[in-house]
Structures are given as structure tokens and as C-alpha cells.
């Protein structure tokens, strides 16, 4: 390995952050980062908390040291269980959102609620002692999968249910109270009920092109990508296919003039879909989609 690459302590291992319960494929984010040359942060929860910083330190000679460290969420209740975690930075500041979804497990009090912290802001890094509780809403369905997307220069907080259905949030800047948006208001491709569970959402923004590509995955196997028209907040088309098993993740990874787009499964091997960005090309197995404004093709190879 050539010396200009950072090289890990071998004994890293021994610092490895040993959870008190079990997590969730939903509990491990990355924190956001202004500073492209800084440090890159993880948080991971399990169940039952306590919810960990992790991050890598620069050591003595290009090393890097891993660190951990236990964050203190007050705000949740002693009967909480968390489900869900992710992290974003509000449009021109460097606070750092944190959203999590859990439910209450208990004789006497149940029930499922989205909270909302906000880190106050501290140069480029987190600040980890800056953590505050900014809001908590009750929600009326047990919470899957919490991710965000920026839309007309504000980030929607997207959180799916068990009534099979993808919900929106956002945060009064003012009164810091997190309110329900109606999804065809900007996400037109949450407009329906879906099939199932809806288990991975996943985004990529086309800023050049005024386009979204949205990739959702369900309990049934059932996988979607949208593609969306932010200017006109239209659907230009839409494909769909079974996995035939549940879709557990999904991940956009840009490749020059390709996009492609990881979706991985409970019981079968990764599907890796290959999209251009000139014709909106991709296939899965044995099969071609052609994408353009006016519909989709298919063709089988």
C-alpha cells in the first residue's frame, strides 16, 4: 500500500464499541460534514441505547486512531426503543439534525414517536457536547425506515410505516414544532399506498437536469424507481420489479456518466442496476429498461 494512504492501527480491533442490544438495519448514519477534509463521523444505536459517536482521529504518522463515544440522548424516554436514526445539516448553517424514530415498550405507556435534536452549531466538526432536544411528535404507525431529502432548498424528513405508507415531516424554524406535509405537495412518488412495508428509501438528485431519482423498496419484494421532475413536481416515469424477497437496502453510486443503483435482499444475492444519465438506461437480470419522459421500455437480453 503506498505510504501516502492513511493506515489503521492493527490493534483496532480492541477499541471496537461492544453495543448493549441489538441495532436495526436502520441504526448506523453518517453524520454530516461541511469540511470536505475532515474527519467522517458515525453514529450507531442499538435498541435499547446508549447511542455511540464514532470516528477516526489522525495519529502519529498518517494512522489513524478510532474513537468512540457515548452520546447522551436525555430527551428519550427509559422505555424507548430506538428503530431508526439519520443526520443531516440545516440549508446555510452548520447545525447538525438529528432524527430518531422509536417506540415506547411498556405496561403502561406505549406508543411511537419522531424525535428531533439539534446540535448546536460549533465550527465545521460536531460538536457532540452541543446536543439539545428541539421537538418529539407522536406518530400513529410503527416507524421503519428515517432518511431525509433536500427539496426547494429545505430538507423533508421521510419516515415509512406499517400502514405501508411513506410519511413527510419538517421543523418550524421558529416554533421548532415538527408538522406532517402532505406528499404530493413535492414528493408526488409518495402519493400512494404501497403493496407492503415500504423497508430502504433512497435518493439522487440530478441538480443539472431539475430531476429526482427515487428508489424505494418493500417488504414484498416489490422495488421502485421514480424519477421526478422537481420544476414541474410531476412523476416523468416510473419502473417497477419484483425481487421476490424483501428489498433490505439500496444505494446510488455515481460513475462519471453512469449511475448505478446497489439494491441488496433479504435471501438473494446484490442487484447492482445500471442507469445513464444521457437516456435513463438500466437493467436487473435478465431484463433491459429504457427510460426517456414519455415511458418506459422493456426488452429482455
Known amino acids: 500500500m503506498r505510504s501516502s494512504y492513511y493506515q489503521v492501527r492493527k490493534d483496532y480491533f480492541s477499541d471496537a464499541v461492544i453495543l448493549s442490544s441489538q441495532g436495526s438495519i436502520y441504526s448506523l448514519c453518517r453524520l454530516p460534514n461541511l469540511n470536505p477534509y475532515g474527519r467522517i463521523s458515525l453514529l450507531a444505536a442499538s435498541l435499547r441505547k446508549p447511542v455511540?459517536?464514532?470516528?477516526?482521529?489522525?495519529?502519529?504518522?498518517?494512522?489513524?486512531?478510532?474513537?468512540?463515544?457515548?452520546?447522551?440522548?436525555?430527551?428519550?424516554?427509559?422505555n424507548a426503543e430506538i428503530v431508526s436514526i439519520t443526520a443531516f445539516c440545516k440549508p446555510g448553517s452548520n447545525n447538525t439534525?438529528?432524527?430518531?424514530?422509536?417506540?415506547?415498550?411498556?405496561?403502561?405507556?406505549?406508543?411511537?414517536?419522531?424525535?428531533?435534536?439539534?446540535?448546536?452549531?460549533?465550527?465545521?466538526?460536531?460538536?457532540?457536547?452541543?446536543?439539545a432536544s428541539s421537538c418529539s411528535l407522536e406518530i400513529n404507525f410503527i416507524p421503519y425506515h428515517v432518511t431525509h431529502c433536500l427539496c426547494h432548498n429545505e430538507v423533508?424528513?421521510?419516515?415509512?410505516?406499517?400502514?405501508?405508507?411513506?410519511?413527510?415531516?419538517?421543523?418550524?424554524?421558529?416554533?421548532?414544532?415538527?408538522?406532517?406535509?402532505?406528499?404530493?405537495?413535492?414528493?408526488?412518488?409518495?402519493?400512494?399506498?404501497?403493496?407492503?412495508v415500504v423497508l430502504w428509501i433512497e435518493f439522487h438528485i440530478l441538480r443539472e437536469k431539475s430531476l429526482r431519482l427515487?428508489?424505494?423498496?418493500?417488504?414484498?419484494?416489490?422495488?421502485?424507481l421514480y424519477i421526478v421532475d422537481t420544476k414541474s413536481n410531476s412523476v416523468k416515469t416510473m419502473a417497477n420489479v419484483n425481487h421476490g424477497t424483501p428489498v433490505t437496502s439500496s444505494r446510488f453510486l455515481d460513475d462519471s456518466d453512469t449511475l448505478?443503483?446497489?439494491?441488496t435482499s433479504s435471501l438473494l444475492p446484490a442487484t447492482v442496476y445500471r442507469l445513464s444519465c444521457e437516456f435513463y438506461l438500466c437493467y436487473v437480470g435478465r431484463y433491459l429498461f429504457h427510460f426517456d419522459i414519455t415511458g418506459i421500455f422493456w426488452k429482455s437480453f
Open 260 to 263: 448505478n443503483l446497489l439494491v
Open 97 to 131: 439534525v438529528i432524527v430518531v424514530a422509536y417506540i415506547k415498550v411498556g405496561k403502561t405507556e406505549t406508543g411511537q414517536c419522531l424525535n428531533i435534536f439539534t446540535v448546536k452549531e460549533s465550527g465545521s466538526d460536531f460538536n457532540a457536547d452541543g446536543l
Open 156 to 196: 423533508t424528513i421521510v419516515l415509512s410505516g406499517s400502514d405501508n405508507r411513506v410519511h413527510l415531516f419538517t421543523e418550524d424554524s421558529i416554533t421548532h414544532a415538527a408538522q406532517e406535509k402532505i406528499a404530493i405537495d413535492e414528493f408526488p412518488e409518495f402519493k400512494i399506498e404501497f403493496p407492503s
Open 214 to 224: 427515487t428508489a424505494i423498496g418493500c417488504e414484498c419484494g416489490n422495488f421502485y
Open 52 to 78: 455511540f459517536l464514532l470516528e477516526f482521529n489522525h495519529g502519529y504518522k498518517e494512522s489513524l486512531v478510532p474513537y468512540s463515544r457515548e452520546l447522551s440522548f436525555t430527551y428519550l424516554p427509559g
